[in-house]
């Protein structure tokens, strides 16, 4: 991507903005972009591996990490909503209808196991 492109990026974030990108290879370029930060921010494997933790341990993080889905399912829900009110093309919609329900099967899946930390922490007494 060009300089100018970053820097217009850039100026839309401060304002709330993202740009749209018309070209699949920018498409891919951001997809891209957004996977390796997101690797590289990640906390060190090795480093929790070799931590002692026990169920109630891993539970805030999961907490965190559901509480994170579940306000991106809610605001999928309603791009979703959003299509379907403008009439956006049928393909999309089933795509949206699709991540959201994954959405909303990712939510669950994270509460079940916060349930199972308290569970097997319970047990083990």
Do not use: K, W
């Amino acid at each position: 991507m060009p300089a100018t492109r970053s820097l217009i990026d850039a100026i839309a974030e401060r304002f709330g903005r993202r740009r749209a990108y018309i070209d699949t290879t920018e498409v891919d370029a951001v997809l891209t972009q957004q996977t390796n930060t997101a690797y590289s921010q990640a906390p060190d494997p090795a480093g929790i591996a070799a931590a002692r933790h026990d169920e109630l341990a891993v539970q805030p993080c999961l907490l965190d990490a559901r509480a994170r889905a579940l306000a991106d399912f809610v605001y999928l829900e309603a791009v979703l909503a959003d299509a379907r009110t403008r009439r956006l093309s049928p393909e999309l919609i089933r795509s949206l209808r699709a991540v959201v329900g994954h959405s909303r099967e990712l939510t669950g899946l994270l509460a079940d196991v916060v349930r199972t930390t308290a569970a097997v922490h319970a047990d083990s007494r």
